[in-house]
């Protein structure tokens, strides 16, 4: 299990890596025909916007652990142990549950938005939004196993991102 | 302002409070309100991924921190280094010296003072503390003064988002920033050498001279990079965004081919700690735009400015005492949350204050740099106290005079809108 989850992780950081190089490349790509080659190419902008929205929610999905996410811990840090557990019990009860509540109206939108498509490479934007819903659901994952982890006493092992 | 958005504010600063991911307690804050109010919760995902896809200006952001992080893996940092030691080693204080001006130049390349600190900071922190020259807090505490430089100078992540919530130029806003820096880079060493004289710091032994045309020509290559962005962007040449980009590519070509110190393994590792930290900015961006909607749709920037109004504020008082807000916040949040959540909150105030928004953009970026390094709650401190391991009590007992000059700094572009606006009028703002 651990093995796995281990493997998982790190493809999940090849994918993160591959979307920021393509991110990068695209955006030469575009400087390079505007200016050099005097002929703008139209989808490379669109490539780079596309990859943005998918680094930002596959990374927050798969690799942010809380240590790395901009967070305010002084009064966390601070606090003994069993005021640190029902802090993290309520901020983990909150976060899953707005995430899982909000999941189908997230859903809906997501799905409506295969009317629209990507301006320049047409892809549909239900496609390229998609991420969100699996960064919800990681979320969702995270935050309820650490519900788990609090009740069963499993808490304060150390977290993987996964 | 309505009852479900005093719950929103309650949620996101309970939940931020106990330790929860600032970004997500934006979004539970959102989803709250928008249940509360009877919404569509769908739209909490579609004001932030909207945002996110539709703007352009943003792309600067992941691109700044990959050429921060080439820069810090890449022996730039340590190049640049080298020929500051050999300009301004020689005085006395000298590495303190040292600090301030490889931090300006620093600046001049990376956007983000996390990564100066991290980078630059950390090599210098170990030089300075080498057979006990110096005491450790001290080292970090110019470290962290000096750090506060870099979002100040062109180009600045931080800038980029205050251009995203005022609709500014962000050209503007970047060579607003010019004079501000070399003032804060002032006032650091004017400092410097008071301390030097009474402490009595050592002269270090100084570079030959003749080694200079040397180091100069070493890291001749990476001083050139402020130069090609700050022409690209003013020469018409590229977009902000675009310049981002040619600079990471200018790093990623100086360190891989020029400087050869670049491996496949290593830049997979930049790569993959840039996705990080670009993940983590981005998700507060995407919490702040859902966040912002709200603030929007409740009338809350414009009851601002009509409460302004009404106590018939002079654009003055209402710089003050936005400076104060700030800075008090600014003890407690990061620059990201104010800049993103906090400042917009006034623009609208401002612009009918009269006061400039390219002015205004400036004196709040350099006030919540400054908040970066006042505890307790500074991520700089923090950052360095993570990659040197300088405990915090004693980095705080030595950062309050950094402070204070670096207070006296904010006052005079504050009041004096010249030192701002001086430069952009010269490139045609207004």
């Known amino acids: 299990m651990k093995k796995l989850l281990n493997w998982l992780e790190a493809r999940a950081d090849n994918v993160a890596v591959g979307l920021l190089a393509a991110m990068f490349l695209a955006f030469v790509l575009q400087i390079v025909s505007r200016y050099v080659l005097n002929s703008p190419l139209g989808w490379t902008l669109e490539a780079c916007l596309i990859s943005w929205v998918w680094v930002v929610f596959w990374g927050s999905a798969f690799l942010v652990n809380d240590q790395e996410h901009v967070r305010f811990d002084i009064l966390y840090s601070s606090a003994s142990t069993r005021v640190r557990k029902i802090f993290a019990l309520i901020a983990a009860i909150a976060i899953a549950g707005a995430f899982l509540t909000s999941l189908?109206?997230?859903?809906?939108?997501?799905?409506f938005m295969q009317?629209?498509?990507?301006?320049?490479?047409?892809?549909?934007?239900?496609?390229?939004?998609?991420?969100?819903?699996?960064?919800?659901i990681a979320i969702i994952v995270r935050y309820g196993a650490r519900i788990v982890a609090i009740f069963t006493g499993k808490f304060g092992e150390p977290e993987r991102r996964l | 302002m309505s009852s479900e958005f005093l719950i929103c504010i309650a949620i996101l600063f309970g939940l931020a409070a106990i330790g929860a991911p600032i970004a997500l307690s934006m979004i539970v804050g959102a989803i709250a309100y928008l249940a509360l109010k009877g919404q569509d919760l769908g739209l909490a995902s579609e004001q932030i991924l909207q945002g996110l896809y539709n703007s352009f200006i943003l792309l600067a952001v992941p691109l700044f921190i990959v050429a921060a992080n080439i820069m810090n893996a890449g022996t730039i940092s340590d190049r640049l280094l080298a020929f500051c030691v050999a300009l301004v080693g020689r005085f006395r204080g000298g590495l303190g010296h040292v600090n301030v001006i490889a931090s300006l130049i620093f600046s001049g390349m990376s956007g983000s003072a996390i990564a100066d600190a991290a980078g630059i900071g950390k090599i210098i922190i170990q030089m300075m503390t080498r057979e006990g020259r110096y005491s450790p807090g001290f080292a970090a505490a110019i470290t962290a003064a000096s750090a506060t430089i870099g979002p100040i100078i062109p180009p600045s992540i931080p800038m980029v988002m205050y251009a995203l919530v005022s609709d500014t130029s962000i050209g503007y806003l970047f060579l607003g920033g010019i004079v501000p820096g070399l003032v804060m880079a002032g006032v650091l060493m004017t400092l410097l050498v008071f301390i030097a004289k009474r402490r009595n710091f050592v002269v270090e032994e100084p570079t030959p001279l003749r080694a200079l045309p040397r180091l100069t020509v070493n890291a001749f290559p990476a001083l050139?990079?402020?130069?090609?962005?700050?022409?690209?962007?003013?020469g018409g040449a590229t977009t902000p965004t675009e310049a981002a980009a040619v600079a990471a590519a200018y790093a990623f070509i100086l360190a891989a081919f020029f400087y050869r110190a670049l491996s496949f393994?290593?830049?997979?590792?930049?790569?993959s700690s840039s996705a990080r930290s670009s993940a983590a900015v981005g998700l507060v961006i995407g919490g702040a735009l859902i966040f912002n909607y709200i603030v929007a749709s409740e009338n809350i920037p414009s009851a601002v400015a009509g409460a302004m109004r009404s106590i018939e504020l002079s654009p003055v008082a209402f710089l003050l005492m936005i400076n104060v807000l700030l800075l008090a916040l600014g003890c407690v949040l990061d620059a990201t949350t104010i800049l993103l959540v906090i400042v917009p909150l006034f623009i609208p105030a401002a612009r009918e204050l009269g006061i400039d928004l390219v002015h205004f953009g400036v004196v709040v970026v350099v006030n919540t740099m400054i908040g970066l390094i006042t505890p307790p709650y500074g991520i700089l401190l923090f950052v360095i106290n993570a990659t040197t391991r300088v405990p915090l009590r004693s980095m705080i007992q030595e950062i309050f005079p950094f402070l204070g000059v670096l207070i006296v700094a904010l006052l005079a572009i504050t009041f004096i809108p010249e030192l701002v606006l001086f430069l952009p009028q010269q490139f045609g703002y207004r």
């Open chain 1, 104 to 111: 189908p109206a997230t859903y809906d939108f997501i799905s």
């Open chain 1, 115 to 136: 009317i629209e498509k990507s301006s320049v490479l047409g892809i549909r934007l239900d496609y390229v939004f998609s991420v969100y819903l699996i960064f919800a």
């Open chain 2, 224 to 234: 050139l990079m402020p130069v090609i962005l700050l022409f690209g962007i003013y």
């Open chain 2, 265 to 271: 393994r290593s830049i997979y590792d930049i790569l």
